[in-house]
C-alpha cells in the first residue's frame, strides 16, 4: 500500500506542509498530496493518513494562534452549513473515481487552483457577503471530502472578513477541523475504513507535523519570506498540471 522507497518524499512532505500551514494557515494537505502525485501511493489511503494527521495540526495552529485570533462563531457557523453537504460528496468521488484518469484532471485541477489562488491572490477590498460562505463551505468541502484540502474557497471568504491574516487563523483551523472529523466519519461509515498501517504512519508523523508547525507560526511573525512561498506553490501548480495532463492523456486513450 505505502511503498517504503516513498516514505522520505511523503515525511518531507509532511514536515513541508505542516511549516507553510503555521507559516499560512492553509497548505498542508494539498501539499502532501501533490508530493503524493509523483508516487505510486494510493490516494484514497493516503488522504486517510492525512485526515487523521490533520486535526493534531489544527489544534496546534490554535494553540499557536491563542493570543492573537479568536474565532468567529458566525462564519464558522455558515461554512459549516455547506461542509456538511460537501464532504460526502468529495469523498464519494474519491471512492467513485479514485483509479480513473478523470481523478487524476480533478485532483490536477485543485492543485492547480490552490497554486493560484496562492500566487495571484486577489486582493478583495470589502468583505464578502456572509452568504457566500455557504458556497465557500460546500466546495470547500467538496474539496475536503476529495482531496483533504479545503483552502481556496474557505480561506478566500475567511480573510477577507479580516485585516490582518493572522487573525484569520483560528477561524480557519476550526473550520478546517471540523470538516477533517467530518471527512472521518465518512471514512468509517461509507468508506474502506482506518487500517493498522494508516494509523502508524499517522502516529509516526504527528511528531514532526506540531514541530514544524510552530516553527511556521513564529517566522510568520518574524519574516516575510514571498520567495520562499512562490516556490512552494510553483511546485504545487507543477504537480497540479502534471495530473492534469496525465489524467487528459488516459481518457484520450481509454
Sequence with gaps: MFAEQYLWLFFAMVAFGAFTQGFTGVGFGIIVLAGIAFTSWDFERTSVVVNLILPFLNLSIIYA?????????????????????????????ILTFGNDPIFKVALGSALTLFAANELFRPRIRSALHIGFGLLAGFIGGF????????????????????????????TLQFVFMSATL?????????????????????????????????IGHRFSRQVSSKTFLRIVYSFIGMAGLMNVTKGLLGMWRG
Design 65 to 93: 494562534t491563542r493570543r492573537e485570533s479568536r474565532i468567529n462563531w458566525r462564519l464558522v457557523g455558515v461554512l459549516l452549513l455547506g461542509i456538511a453537504v460537501g464532504v460526502p460528496a468529495g469523498y464519494w468521488f
Design 182 to 214: 467530518w471527512r472521518l466519519v465518512n471514512i468509517i461509515f461509507m468508506g474502506r475504513g482506518v487500517t493498522v498501517p494508516i494509523m502508524t504512519l499517522a502516529l509516526e508523523s504527528i511528531p514532526l507535523v506540531i514541530l514544524l508547525v510552530f
Design 143 to 170: 474539496f475536503a471530502g476529495g482531496f483533504t484540502a479545503a483552502g481556496p474557497p474557505i480561506a478566500l471568504f475567511v480573510y477577507s472578513r479580516h485585516k490582518d491574516p493572522v487573525l484569520a487563523k483560528g
